[in-house]
């Protein structure tokens, strides 16, 4: 390096050189977020992005320096116009919680102290920890359990999975790969389990080959008998079955496959019982379906997300695992560089590394931790609940109006419904109700989102949104219908 004493007469830092510039241009953003979104419903549930905004998100790298000002001009005039609308009290597409705003200002704090929440003696590795503790009395999972904050549902099965595939086949994968188990690998779940174990089957190296997809019933529950068949079908073949998926909760219908039964099966075969509880495993906390999610807390592990049904700033999931041991042996890592000390800022917690994948990790654990001091744990379950008795309403609505179907019975928190017409066939049928939906977008009225169910489409609503009244659903429904008529006009 030359120069160096040239360089270091003119330090630089990225702090800025005026301070009161940039703390009024943050009052000024909270107060304008804030009104954002306490007014939020009087806007468009979605709106088009116009050409000029995604030409200006085409621009190459700046080089040189820009005002903070006119930056955040750019965000409100190119960015804050067009969001996807999971902040809209008319958003029910895919499965997207709502966020809060005491979420939004969690967020700048994790931000300002901006720790790496990976290892050391520091004060977030400790809110992270009584984060974790608190999430396991919220699923009733033993003290003694372990657990890790993660970017969401799909990482927080597949942290939990790689532990069932290292643990219960009792071999040496992490050095020896999965060429150490005789027999192909074999993991069992419906045909309505969410794509991303079919990812985990795919990164663990066992391929989705080895993803058995059980059939499910016409509540679209995994049929159980076909599941044991299956089972002794591998056994037969020399195959090793390792491990048994329950959802609680599919992505498509919210079906809660037989909890219990699935453990049984699984104590029978001596299947890892994990459960993807993505949205669902959090309807524990209503007591209607207390009884049916039970088995949560008997399964091995348990994955799910925050920023789904507890409403919390996207990303935040969870996985728990109840034998804290195979899970630490499963992602444990020792490098000189990580080394960890008796006292000072090497110190501290077992590092984050040891249970997950990541190394480096943001501070997501103090959005948790203050959303679920701001509200506590009985809110949660009355927003919750609300959220349910919302789908049943709108199943209703759906029932009494002539014009309208439901595609899948209502068990949870999404409806899946149709506008159906005399004489239309089945690919009409699903070509009108795709128009419908998008239609419903582009007017702004409200955002379901699609599946298809027995080969039919579905216009599909997820109701995991606190700002969500029973008025939304009238609405909804009035203007599928009003859509429907227009187009078979
Ligand atoms: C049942 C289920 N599992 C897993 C996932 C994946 O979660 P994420 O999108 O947070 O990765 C979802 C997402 O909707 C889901 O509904």
């Not at 992270?128 to 927080?156: C, D, F, H």
């Not at 997501?364 to 919302?390: C, F, T």
Request: aromatic share 8%.
């Amino acid at each position: 390096m030359h120069n160096v004493k040239e360089i270091l007469s003119k330090e630089e830092t990225l702090d800025p050189e005026n301070w009161n510039e940039i703390r009024q241009l943050g009052h000024q953003m909270i107060d304008d977020m804030m009104d954002y979104l306490q007014n939020i419903r009087q806007e468009p549930a979605w709106r088009k992005i116009p050409e000029d905004a995604k030409e200006f998100l085409k621009q190459d790298i700046p080089q040189k320096p820009q005002g903070i000002g006119e930056i955040y001009d750019e965000f409100k005039k190119y960015i804050l116009p067009y969001p996807g609308g999971n902040i809209h009290p008319r958003f029910w597409a895919w499965v997207q919680g709502t966020g809060t705003p005491f979420g939004v200002l969690a967020e700048m704090l994790a931000a300002t102290m901006n720790p790496n929440t990976a290892i050391g003696e520091h004060s977030a590795m400790y809110v992270e920890t009584q984060v974790l503790r608190w999430l396991k009395q919220m699923l009733n999972y033993p003290e003694t359990s372990s657990g890790i904050l993660v970017s969401g549902g799909s990482m927080a099965n597949i942290t939990a999975l790689m532990v069932a595939r290292n643990h219960r086949t009792g071999k040496d994968i992490r050095t020896r790969g999965v060429n150490a188990v005789s027999g192909q690998m074999v993991l069992y779940c419906s045909t309505e389990t969410h794509s991303c174990v079919d990812k985990a089957a795919e990164v663990m190296g066992l391929g989705t080959d080895s993803v058995r997809k059980i059939d499910v019933d016409e509540n679209y529950r995994i049929k159980v008998d076909e599941l044991i068949t299956s089972i002794e079908s591998d056994l037969e073949k020399g195959n090793s079955p390792f491990c048994m998926v329950g959802n609680a909760g599919t992505v498509n219908t919210g079906a809660i496959d037989p909890l219990n039964d699935l453990l049984d099966v699984c104590r029978k075969y001596n299947l890892w019982f994990h459960v993807d509880g993505a949205f669902g495993a959090l309807a524990k906390l209503v007591p209607e379906y207390a009884d049916e999610l039970k088995a949560v807390e008997e399964a091995d592990s348990v994955a799910f997300d925050l920023h789904k049904w507890m409403y919390m700033p996207f990303e935040v999931g969870c996985t728990l695992i109840k034998n804290a041991k195979a899970h630490r042996n499963a992602f444990a890592a020792t490098a000189n560089y990580l080394l960890t000390h008796e006292r000072g800022l090497a110190a501290g917690p077992d590092p984050m590394g040891n249970y997950g994948l990541e190394l480096s990790r943001g501070f997501k654990a103090l959005k948790v931790w203050m959303s679920l001091k701001e509200h506590g744990l009985e809110k949660y379950a009355v927003a919750i609940r609300q959220n349910i008795a919302q789908a049943f309403y709108l199943g209703e609505l759906v029932s009494h109006e002539k014009s309208l179907e439901l595609l899948a019975p209502v068990s949870m928190n999404i409806v899946c419904y149709r506008y159906i017409k005399d004489g239309f066939s089945t690919e009409q049928l699903n070509k009108l109700n795709k128009e419908i939906v998008m239609q419903l977008q582009e007017q702004g009225i409200a955002s379901p989102s699609s599946t298809i169910l027995n080969g039919n489409y579905a216009i599909r609503v997820a109701i995991t949104n606190h700002r969500s009244k029973k008025e939304d659903f009238e609405i909804l429904v009035k203007e599928t219908a009003r859509i429907g008529e227009e187009l078979t006009a």
